[in-house]
């Protein structure tokens, strides 16, 4: 975090995208009407400085730098017309042999090994089910040509991809733009910064859902995910300096009131355990980074206003040396999502299933396996692979409802 000695830099700005699989769809509308109708309303030259983002979120990331030298009004438009066109049987494809094949490959009798060239080792490797319509999406509907441009006109001054490190666990933070201290990841021993031109295979990499998707081989080491561990997205972008942070979260906030518990049939359920479980790994994480922001905010003002402005220099002397970053206050603004994104995924299928019986093998396959046993209103874990249209246009619809919601706030944030 930035200390005294960086107190006449401009303001640095960031944007934190979080992961969650189809749930992205949410992010995408948000992202759609920030683009048609904040940044319109913003200095002429506005991009975000940081751009921070995991799983789903890094492929926004990658978007929204490599779109930056686009018009407002045709990045909201391809973005939306992305998540608005899908069709899950053209985005996960699953052929007879993979059907056969995911019972061995679930108990480790079969691998998926793919891009294996001669004498070098295969760039994807494990997974559930052949992403390979997904990847062809990431690489011919983002306008990576444009990317390198962008980021050397400092639109944005740094792209943050993070993924986790099979062999070690950590997590790994590509940072792509110009120089930045990097020195905060001195000493983690749960986590890395490494220099890296972004590409589309890290992008990926960090959207590979752990079982379901493989590994992406980048350098020698394979990748995946990067939401599975407490490093959110947030962080990287703290570590960066960031002053001013605007986070999209695709879990809605939690209810006050108290949750009825689920039937013990529910509970025994893999598929209610598993999407529960990626819940916790993937969503709630910003959460507890959300809560941290906000507990430092005001431990500092409580400090200035008992001590004088003068204290905070002293505490950030005396923590310098042992954790490389000093405190700063942090103006957070969080959009997230107003309805249970489960629910929508749940009434969403159940929808289409009544007005079409021309379903794809994976659709029912996926339907079978993830809502089994399920309470009706609930499907986590569908809603992290649902990727279509009949769900994803729903939730982009939500997100720009959302940010329209909070555009005052957001425009406060941003200006």
């Known amino acids: 975090m930035q200390g005294a000695s960086e107190a006449e830099r401009p303001t640095r700005v960031a944007i934190v995208l979080s992961g969650g699989g189809a749930r992205g769809a949410y992010e995408a509308g948000v992202l759609s009407y920030l683009f048609e109708h904040i940044y319109p ?116 001054r740094a792209v943050c991809v993070s993924c986790t490190d099979i062999d070690t666990g950590l997590v790994t933070v590509f940072i792509d733009g110009e120089p930045m201290d990097t020195s905060a990841w001195d000493g983690d021993r749960y986590a890395q910064a490494i ?80 999407g529960k479980m990626l819940n916790v790994l993937i969503l709630d994480q910003i959460e507890h980074e959300l809560r941290r922001v906000d507990t430092i905010n005001t431990l500092l003002e409580a400090a200035s206003d008992a001590l004088g402005s003068g204290c905070i220099s002293m505490i950030n002397d005396a923590i310098r040396g042992k954790r490389g970053l000093e405190y700063r206050k942090v103006d957070t603004v969080v959009v997230r999502p107003s309805r249970d994104l489960g629910a929508i995924a749940a009434d969403a299928y159940r929808r289409r299933s009544r007005e079409s019986r021309s379903r794809g093998v994976m659709a029912r396959m996926l339907a079978r396996l993830s809502l089994h046993g399920v309470p009706d209103e609930e499907a986590d874990l569908f809603s992290y692979l649902y990727f279509d249209a009949s769900y994803t246009r729903p939730l982009v619809d939500l997100g720009r409802a959302d940010a329209r919601d909070q555009e005052e706030e957001i425009l406060r944030l941003l200006s």
């Open 195 to 274: 220099r890296a031109e972004i590409t589309s295979r890290h992008v990926r990499a960090s959207a590979a859902i752990p079982f379901l998707f493989p590994a992406v081989r980048i350098g020698d080491r394979y990748y995946l995910d990067g939401g599975l561990r407490v490093n959110t997205p947030l962080s990287p972008a703290l570590r960066l300096g960031a002053d001013k942070v605007l986070v999209i979260g695709l879990k809605c906030a939690p209810s006050a009131e108290k949750v009825a518990p689920h039937a013990e049939r529910a509970i025994t359920q893999p598929a209610f355990l598993l």
């Open 41 to 156: 309303q913003l200095r002429p030259e506005f991009e975000f400085d940081i751009v921070s983002g995991t799983s789903v979120g890094a492929i926004h990331a990658g978007y929204i730098a490599a779109s930056a030298d686009q018009t407002h009004r045709a990045r909201a438009r391809d973005l939306v017309e992305i998540w608005s066109s899908m069709a899950l049987d053209d985005v996960l494809q699953l052929s007879a042999r993979d059907l056969f094949g995911v019972p061995l490959r679930a108990l480790g009798i079969e691998a998926l090994v793919r891009g294996r060239r001669e004498g070098a080792a295969p760039e994807l490797v494990g997974g559930l089910v052949d992403i390979s319509p997904l990847e062809r999406l990431v690489e011919e509907r983002i306008p990576w040509s444009g990317l390198r441009g962008n980021i050397a006109a400092g639109r944005p």
